[in-house]
């Protein structure tokens, strides 16, 4: 059983582009995020929800955005992709928002043409 | 701001080896967790150590905190080819609308 589940786990797309890339945990866990990763492996906050309650939003594009239909699900939709928005997009969830182990998913790989 | 430093960027080591990686960070924290990524997966959990211990022991995995120092070390004993992946420190400011910040990593090989 797959914890935090990702989907899809590899996206290639054209500029100008919208996608979506959606999570869900079965962890019934209170606190999801997303977290980019560049190319240099560096991982960055972008956005967490508590029960579906948007809690942080780092300094990302308004053409992210995140939507939490319940506590389970957090998915991260985005508009007229951009070349620099190439990255691994991971989802996370934690039972404590802000505190304790984050459990991840395998990450989507967003390629932008 | 980014809160941790790890260091070095990359390791190489043969098996049987120990690897040491550091952490530096800069403001208080709650807890520190170091985390593991293979390549092309997601991190996994490793070891968390609360700001009021000082050293934290799982398996081959040791964890030392400096807080005065705003220092962590991750040492993996007698590593494993299956080592191979990338380290992350995490801080925890323990504060609500707060996240797990991340350092750089640091990409450990360990060849047979």
């Known amino acids: 059983d797959t914890a935090v589940s990702q989907t899809p786990k590899y996206l290639v797309t054209q500029m100008g582009n919208d996608k979506s890339i959606k999570c869900e945990q079965n962890l019934g866990h209170d606190t999801m995020y997303w977290y980019k990763q560049d190319s240099k492996k560096f991982l960055k906050i972008m956005f967490s929800y508590n029960n579906k309650e948007l809690i942080i939003n780092e300094t990302v594009p308004n053409r992210f955005s995140p939507k939490s239909p319940d506590k389970a699900h957090l998915n991260l939709h985005i508009n007229s992709l951009e070349l620099g928005d190439s990255a691994v997009y991971f989802c996370a969830s934690s039972p404590v928002q802000g505190r304790g182990e984050l459990f991840f998913g395998e990450g989507s790989r967003l390629t932008v043409l | 701001s980014q809160q941790g430093e790890e260091d070095p960027q990359a390791l190489s080591i043969q098996e049987g080896e120990n690897a040491t990686m550091n952490c530096s960070y800069k403001?208080?924290?709650?807890?520190l967790q170091w985390y593991r990524q293979n390549s092309g997966r997601g991190l996994v959990h490793l070891i968390l150590?609360?700001?009021?211990?000082r050293e934290k022991h799982s398996g081959r995995l040791r964890v030392t905190l400096d807080t005065s120092k705003k220092s962590s070390s991750l040492l993996i004993t007698a590593s494993r080819a299956a080592d191979t992946a990338s380290y992350f420190c995490a801080t925890d400011a323990g504060q609500a609308g707060t996240a797990l910040i991340f350092g750089k990593g640091t990409t450990l090989s360990v060849s047979s």
């Open positions: 150590i609360r700001s009021n211990e």
């Open positions: 403001t208080s924290i709650n807890n």
